[in-house]
């Protein structure tokens, strides 16, 4: 892992790295003694690991969390080559979002095949994550990403068991609620009521194939991208209480 | 108004009162200066206004959010007198929940009638309670009330503009489902998937009904009556936006 900047703003220390020709940030907490609880950040399709919406999640998760959060460029995005499959896909993406429809299962594909490069890659950056002081081994890991970033993370999380909460959202389709069905740490999972380009009913039956003890769906009004402001505070308060607290949150009122 | 006993307890004034022969309770800080934000709690069927979720609930909303907070016994339940018909109705409602049977067009009739006589009762006890000097006339009001505490709280929302916020679930049918296409102000929603009582499509549509631009659906696995203590905490946060930081909500994340 070879870290090739590092500034801070706020309280909030940001490293760019590379790993394995992966480029990908590192944001932690300035001056924090020992380490900290890392929550992975996946970002959606056409985004990449420094997109506005994930630096401002990022610092939110570090300054009233006091978490580590990291983030890298999946496959085809960011500071990363694109394959001619890539750019197909991507267009495919921006056509069917801007004509408000379906994503269908060629979109469908394409995630899975993404994710079946991002998960080994997820998997040995969390490695050499885990040998800094900042994050340490033996703390709990948690992973957000809606739309591609549940494209990717759903699988990861269900591949990989060092994660032990994750909020997911905005996605649906067979390969997903087929890996849904393997996990069984707590979930946060997002659906938009009036999403464009996610069919509601198939974003309930993704809710319901979580195998999950705890699972809670927040529906807002709203399309795709009109996630409210206030589920970056609502998420913090989940991974909090399973990264930090480790509460039994079942419990009836 | 009549208060006829105060206690106090781990900072929490309780004070019952009787008003128009209904008897009520008001919680508040121990000690505030000045007026609070007022919660109303609407409890379920069979249940009545110190039930003891109510009052857990209470205790929270005033020692975490610095709420007033107050309960009335619904007609027919708690201290006050039964007719046949609730004895009748109330029968129902046990055996159906025993037999893990839905409620039925006959219970949301009997709900219906409760409400159209709690509905005057609530607003003749708001206005009473906002002339005392811990609630106020101009303090924000919110509602939180689920099962038949929603059967009487979505239309008593739907009637009642100094109800600026409120917490339903647990509930479902034709006569919610109009009242709700007539609230405007923010709502959060609790469904529980496996709802013995409250088919999950039939809990769906009532949430879709609601003519709120802000209106934000919880729901978690388990029955009737499983609510994960977890949406305690998540509804003092949506109080305190709506009720003490008045802010813009639904701006996206």
Redesign the interface.
């Known amino acids: 892992m070879r870290f090739t900047s590092q500034t801070t703003s706020n309280g909030v220390s940001e490293r760019l790295f590379t790993f394995d020709d992966i480029p990908g940030v590192l944001w932690s907490p300035v001056g924090a003694a020992g380490s900290c609880p890392l929550v992975l950040l996946g970002h959606g399709g056409g985004q990449h690991k420094k997109a506005p ?1 994930l630096v401002a ?1 990022a610092h939110f998760y570090v300054r009233a969390c006091g978490f580590a959060v990291t983030a890298i460029d999946a496959p085809g995005h960011g500071d990363r080559p694109r394959t001619e499959q890539d750019e197909r896909s991507v267009a495919v993406i921006r056509e069917r979002v801007a004509a408000g429809e379906p994503l269908g299962p060629q979109i469908a594909r394409y995630n899975a095949a993404l994710a079946a490069q991002a998960i080994p890659e997820w998997q040995a950056t969390l490695d050499a994550l885990q040998e800094l002081d900042c994050v340490g081994a033996g703390r709990p890991v948690g992973f957000w990403g809606v739309s591609m970033g549940s494209g990717i993370g759903v699988p990861l999380v269900a591949a990989e068991p060092r994660i032990t909460a994750a909020v997911f959202g905005l996605a649906s389709g067979e390969t997903l609620t087929e890996a849904a069905a393997r996990i069984t740490v707590p979930v946060e999972f997002l ?1 938009q ?1 009036d999403d464009e380009v996610v069919p509601r009913d198939s974003g ?1 039956a993704l ?2 194939a979580f195998a999950s ?10 399309r795709h ?10 998420s913090g ?1 989940f991974f909090t ?1 399973h990264l930090i607290e480790g509460g039994d ?5």
Do not use: D, I, M, Y
């Open positions: 919406g999640r659906l009521w309930l809710f319901g003890r705890e699972k809670t769906l927040h529906a807002n009004p709203g991208a009109g996630v409210p402001a206030f589920e970056l505070e609502s308060r209480r949150s079942v419990a009836v009122a």
